[in-house]
């Protein structure tokens, strides 16, 4: 799954530190959802779309299986 949370990140200019205390994580816990290593809650992609003002369907891509 890809994400436009670096992207959206620097539209705020925020850090992942920054990101990561709004919505009460840890800054490796965005590093690794940014990298593509870890897909979040429901819950924590609501809270990471809500605190970066984009819907979770604009923020998350999954990658279409090539077969």
């Known amino acids: 799954m890809k994400t436009r949370i ?3 990140r620097a539209r705020y200019d925020l850090t992942q530190e920054d990101l990561a ?8 816990t965005i590093l690794f959802i940014e ?3 870890y897909n979040p809650s ?6 990471i779309a809500k605190a970066l ?7 998350f891509m999954f990658e ?3 077969i």
């Open 21 to 28: 205390k709004k919505i009460g994580v840890r800054r490796e």
């Open 42 to 47: 429901l819950k924590l992609a609501h809270d």
């Open 6 to 8: 670096k992207e959206l």
């Open 53 to 59: 003002q984009t819907t979770i369907v604009d923020l």
């Open 64 to 66: 279409d299986d090539e």
């Open 35 to 37: 990298k593509g290593k």
